[in-house]
């Protein structure tokens, strides 16, 4: 499943960067995040419960940043497991300044199995876009 978007922070690449970058802020933000914590080498650990449909399940995932360029890009690599099935995913986050404002383009693809590939690709798209859309604007209000 690939999905975009774009975000736009009333801040500096500099300052979203440390938002983007650091495990308090982002903790903060991911929907249903329960725990995050840092392994070193730009990895991290994070336990997080979604809701899709009639699932609901907590899991265990692994974050690391790759291709890290501060203040303008990085690659993200996901990898969740839980009671209901697995996430996998990978991401490119790219930071444009324009006036002293910092525009965010995100492009992921994900793949899920177990019972999440049962939901179906359009409740599972949108809980995804809707996850994503919550996260960034919790790290807008928190930032700008």
């Known amino acids: 499943m690939k999905l975009t978007g774009s975000y736009e922070f009333n801040a500096t690449p500099e300052k979203v960067w440390r938002a983007l970058t650091d495990p308090t802020s ?8 329960e725990k995050m914590e840092s392994l070193g080498n730009d990895e ?7 809701a899709i ?4 399940s ?3 995932a692994k974050v690391k940043m790759v291709e890290m360029k501060p203040y303008e890009s990085y690659g993200l690599i ?9 996430v996998r995913g990978e991401s490119r986050v790219e930071l444009t300044e324009n006036d002293g404002k910092t525009t965010v383009d995100v492009e992921s693809d ?26 960034f604007t919790c790290l807008q209000e928190s930032v700008n």
């Open 78 to 86: 996901i990898e969740g497991n839980g009671p209901s099935g697995f």
């Open 110 to 135: 994900s793949s899920s199995g177990g019972l999440l590939a049962r939901v179906g690709q359009r409740m599972m798209e949108s809980f995804s876009k809707n996850m994503m859309n919550r996260f």
């Open 53 to 56: 449909g009639p699932i609901r």
């Open 58 to 60: 907590k899991f265990d």
């Open 44 to 50: 991290y650990a994070a336990t997080v419960t979604i």
């Open 26 to 33: 982002l903790s903060a933000c991911i929907p249903g995040c």
